[in-house]
Each structure stands twice: as C-alpha cells, then as structure tokens.
C-alpha cells in the first residue's frame, strides 16, 4: 500500500500527501525477511502528524494553533475552539501538494505535484442556558494521493497518477463552560481511499523483462475521536490542549497487474501476462497529544507556539501483500499467473512497511507562529509567520530520526463578512539514507493553501 511515505522519508508539514507505489518484489511469509520493497511502495510523504489540522490562517502562523483556534477550521485543529464562534460559518480550504528529493550535489530524481480539497465545513453557533457554543459537520482530506509522481532511477523510470485519499467526515461542538475554560470534542468516521495507476518503464538495452503496469485500490474505514481544551488563566493568554485517539480500521486491498516482454529485433515478444488479487485486512492509525500557548499582547498583534506528538511507533499493517512478478514465458506457451498466498501476507510497520528489526519512531513538531493585523477602515489585512521542526518516524543510516526544519508565510483579507487567507509552507531536510549506503539525500515539500470563510450576517 503506501503512503506517504511510507517510507523513507515523510516530510511533515502536516499532511503533504502521496503514496504512490509500484510494486514489483515477491513478499516473503511473516517469518522470512521483510521483502525489499521499491522506493514508491514505501513512500508517505508527509502525511504522518495526525495531530495537525488544516486552514491557510494556521499554517500562516507556522501550525502553531491549537491554543487560538477561533474560526471554522477548528474542529481539525482543537474542537474547544468551536465556542469562539459567533455567527454561521461556511469554509472551503483547497490545497497544492508538491514535493523533491534526490542525491546532494545532483538533479531530484523523485517529484511529486497534486491539487486536493483539503477541508469544508458548515458551523452554528448555540447558547444553552447561559453556555455559548458551536456545532460544526466538517469533511477533510486527512491524507491526499492524488497528483502525478515520477520517479528516476538508472534502468527505470516509474510513473504514477493517483487519486483520491483518507478522508474524514466530523461532528463536533465546542462549549464555553465558564469564563476562562472552554471545552469541545469531534466524532470521526474515516473513509474512502484512492486509486492509483503505476507504470515501470525500463531504459536501455535489451531485457527479458518489459514494462510493467499496476492498478491499486485502496478502501478505508473506522470511527476515532478527538477532544480539546482552551484555558485562560489571564486574559489575552490561551492555554490549549487536544487529544487525538488511535483506532484500528478496516481495510479493503486490490492489485492488478501486467507484465510485457521484450525479445530481439527479428523475434516476436512474448505475449503480456496479468495477475490480479483482492484481500481484507487492518491499518492501526495511531493516537496524538498536543499542547499550545498563544498570547495577544496588544489587539492586532498574536503570537503562539505548539508541541504535537504522533505516536507512530504503534502503526502497523495487517495482511499487506505484494504481487510477483510473472516469470518471463516461451513464447507461445501458456502461463499460469501466481497468486498470493497467506504465507505471503505481512503483518509491518507502518508506514515504514518494514519488520519489527528497524523500529518506527513518534514524530514530534515544534511550532511557533504570528500574525499582526493591519486595520483599515473596510479591511483587516492579516499578515502571518511561522517556524518549525519535525523529527521524522524513520531511521537514518546513523539509527537516528532525522529533524526537518519548516517555515512559513501568510496573507490574509477580511471584510465584514468574508475572510480569504493563503499560506505557503515550505519544509526541508536531509539524511544519511540507511537504503542508499548512508549517501546524503535531500527532500523539499511544498505546500500552498487558499481558504475562504463566509460569515453571513456577521459583523465586524
């Protein structure tokens, strides 16, 4: 399966997306060597801190949120923050994924750019007895996999197109239970998943081997929770805290492929040969904790700082499974396709996909942001940001997790009843990678996000 990464190196702006994979190595039983797996099977790409959520006003301040969550996007961030809503609210956040990596000193070999909604919603504000609030249904796009991957290598290029992704529909209610405390959780159906279809094209020279094409369908689905506070001990001074549960979901796994030959000049090639199979299974997403502090030290301006925590070293994949590569025939003799067997499923880490020998790591984000509002006499003109670093779920050939380092920037309009903010997210990193006999790698992610927030009625 993938994503991303999956694996080697998940660049973690909080979400960047892709998993896109072409699957050519046998799997071996759960009591043999984890199976040596191509570098797009196994890849994530930034999709691993489950604790972040989604909005080009909170990436504009560096993700550094979860303590001034006051808008409609809240509910992906910390749900207490739903009690600040005063009026209806309609939001749309739309994102580009994008993201490099390749050998220090040389040309990336690997690229990936794709376009995702990444969040809606609809909020309404409440007053029971005296306690104010929201409820807000929310859809996000927890894990994208749409967009076009190309991979290089020196006898091979891969190819990949995708879509779709892990998405999460959300019902949730932030209260303000008294003057300085304020309370909120979500219920969250996952569900959906992705297609996506892979070719291996080889380069050069002869081979008994051709090209190679894959289609994989993914399905997802499981129920998980979310529950935050916002404390004011003083005012101006937020003090945010958000629980994400972990939960095990149903999984529904399918893999076509076919396999074509090459042959001489003056020869005919054999003809292409397909293998297909579909399996059940389980994914363990793992829970996440965070914490936040953000002050107002004057009116216009904000300032706020995260710790968020993933707790990847319990995810793992039950029952995945590779398809083999179909041995090359004579020509014109039939050839019986092999099919998986259960001796052939695995039970990995995830998303590394590897064994219980090269352990998974937590990922952890330290985050600090601002954003200073510039007041005219229609406008507010909002203007963002932010810092961060990101210790990765993978070990590097030192048997270390290696830390990427992020920044980001933000700008903002808002008018009495509509808010349009964008935010640009960059993250990068290098590592000894342990699969590249300790060469240096480098990776870049690249994120933009558009949001608009609708108020009808409100005043500002």
Same mark, same amino acid.
């Given at each position: 399966?993938?994503?991303?990464?999956?694996?080697?190196?998940?660049?973690?702006?909080?979400?960047?997306?892709?998993?896109?994979?072409?699957?050519?190595?046998?799997?071996?039983?759960?009591?043999?060597?984890?199976?040596?797996?191509? #570098?797009?099977?196994?890849?994530?790409?930034?999709?691993?801190?489950?604790?972040? +959520?989604?909005?080009?006003?909170?990436?504009?301040?560096?993700?550094?949120?979860?303590?001034?969550?006051?808008?409609?996007?809240?509910?992906?961030?910390?749900?207490?923050?739903?009690?600040?809503?005063?009026?209806?609210?309609?939001?749309?956040?739309?994102?580009?994924?994008?993201?490099?990596? $390749?050998?220090?000193?040389?040309?990336?070999?690997?690229?990936?750019? +794709?376009?995702?909604?990444?969040?809606?919603?609809?909020?309404?504000?409440?007053?029971?007895?005296?306690?104010?609030?929201? /409820?807000?249904?929310?859809?996000?796009?927890?894990?994208?996999? +749409?967009?076009?991957?190309? %991979?290089?290598?020196?006898?091979?290029?891969?190819?990949?197109?995708? !879509?779709?992704?892990?998405? =999460?529909?959300?019902?949730?209610?932030?209260?303000?239970?008294?003057?300085?405390?304020?309370?909120?959780?979500?219920?969250?159906?996952?569900?959906?998943?992705?297609?996506?279809?892979?070719?291996?094209?080889?380069?050069?020279?002869?081979?008994?081997?051709?090209? @190679? !094409?894959?289609? %994989?369908?993914?399905?997802?689905?499981?129920?998980?929770?979310?529950?935050?506070?916002?404390?004011?001990? %003083?005012?101006?001074?937020?003090?945010?805290?958000?629980?994400?549960?972990?939960? @095990? +979901?149903?999984?529904?796994?399918?893999?076509?492929?076919?396999?074509?030959?090459?042959?001489?000049?003056?020869?005919?090639?054999?003809? #292409?040969?397909?293998?297909?199979? $579909?399996?059940?299974?389980?994914?363990?997403?793992? $829970?996440?904790?965070? %914490?936040?502090?953000?002050?107002?030290?004057?009116? #216009?301006?904000?300032?706020?700082?995260?710790?968020?925590?993933?707790?990847?070293?319990?995810?793992?994949?039950?029952?995945?499974?590779?398809?083999?590569?179909?041995?090359?025939?004579?020509?014109?003799?039939?050839?019986?396709?092999?099919?998986?067997?259960?001796?052939?499923?695995?039970?990995?880490?995830? #998303?590394?996909?590897?064994?219980?020998?090269?352990?998974?790591?937590? @990922?952890?984000?330290?985050?600090?942001?601002?954003?200073?509002?510039? /007041?005219?006499?229609?406008?507010?003109?909002? =203007?963002?940001?932010?810092?961060?670093?990101?210790?990765?779920?993978?070990?590097?050939?030192?048997?270390?997790?290696?830390?990427?380092?992020? =920044?980001?920037?933000?700008?903002?309009?808002?008018?009495?009843?509509?808010? /349009?903010?964008?935010?640009? =997210?960059?993250?990068?990193?290098?590592?000894?990678?342990?699969?590249?006999?300790?060469?240096?790698?480098?990776?870049?992610?690249?994120?933009?996000?558009?949001?608009?927030?609708?108020?009808?009625?409100?005043?500002?």
């Amino acid at each position: 399966m993938p994503f991303p990464p999956v694996a080697r190196h998940c660049g973690r702006s909080g979400l960047l997306g892709a998993a896109i994979c072409l699957a050519a190595a046998t799997a071996h039983g759960q009591t043999s060597p984890t199976p040596s797996l191509p #570098p797009d099977e196994k890849d994530f790409l930034g999709l691993t801190s489950l604790a972040l +959520g989604s909005g080009a006003r909170a990436f504009g301040m560096g993700g550094a949120f979860l303590a001034r969550a006051d808008d409609a996007t809240a509910a992906s961030w910390n749900p207490a923050g739903l009690s600040y809503l005063r009026s209806p609210e309609l939001s749309l956040v739309g994102t580009r994924n994008a993201f490099d990596r $390749g050998q220090q000193g040389l040309p990336a070999t690997d690229s990936l750019v +794709g376009y995702t909604p990444d969040f809606m919603a609809v909020a309404y504000p409440l007053d029971i007895r005296g306690v104010s609030g929201a /409820v807000q249904l929310s859809y996000q796009r927890i894990f994208s996999f +749409g967009g076009t991957r190309t %991979i290089q290598r020196n006898d091979f290029t891969f190819n990949t197109t995708g !879509e779709g992704g892990f998405d =999460v529909v959300a019902l949730g209610t932030g209260l303000r239970l008294t003057r300085s405390l304020r309370f909120g959780g979500t219920l969250n159906r996952w569900f959906n998943g992705y297609h996506q279809h892979r070719v291996r094209t080889p380069l050069g020279g002869q081979r008994a081997r051709g090209g @190679t !094409e894959q289609d %994989i369908d993914y399905r997802l689905s499981g129920w998980n929770l979310n529950a935050g506070s916002i404390w004011s001990p %003083i005012e101006n001074l937020n003090v945010g805290g958000v629980i994400k549960t972990a939960f @095990t +979901g149903k999984v529904d796994l399918s893999r076509s492929r076919v396999d074509s030959f090459s042959a001489p000049a003056n020869e005919s090639p054999p003809p #292409p040969t397909s293998n297909a199979y $579909g399996l059940g299974g389980s994914l363990h997403l793992p $829970g996440a904790f965070g %914490i936040g502090l953000s002050w107002r030290p004057t009116s #216009p301006l904000t300032l706020s700082a995260d710790y968020t925590r993933t707790f990847w070293s319990t995810g793992q994949i039950h029952r995945f499974f590779l398809l083999a590569a179909t041995p090359s025939p004579d020509p014109g003799q039939p050839v019986e396709p092999p099919q998986p067997e259960p001796s052939e499923l695995l039970d990995l880490e995830y #998303p590394t996909l590897s064994g219980s020998d090269r352990p998974q790591e937590d @990922t952890e984000q330290v985050r600090i942001g601002g954003e200073y509002v510039i /007041v005219g006499r229609r406008l507010r003109l909002p =203007v963002r940001a932010g810092f961060f670093t990101d210790r990765q779920y993978f070990l590097d050939n030192s048997g270390h997790p290696p830390r990427f380092t992020g =920044v980001t920037v933000g700008l903002g309009v808002a008018t009495r009843s509509l808010l /349009v903010d964008a935010a640009y =997210v960059l993250e990068y990193g290098s590592y000894a990678d342990a699969e590249a006999s300790g060469a240096e790698t480098f990776t870049r992610f690249h994120r933009f996000f558009v949001s608009f927030i609708y108020r009808p009625g409100a005043a500002r």
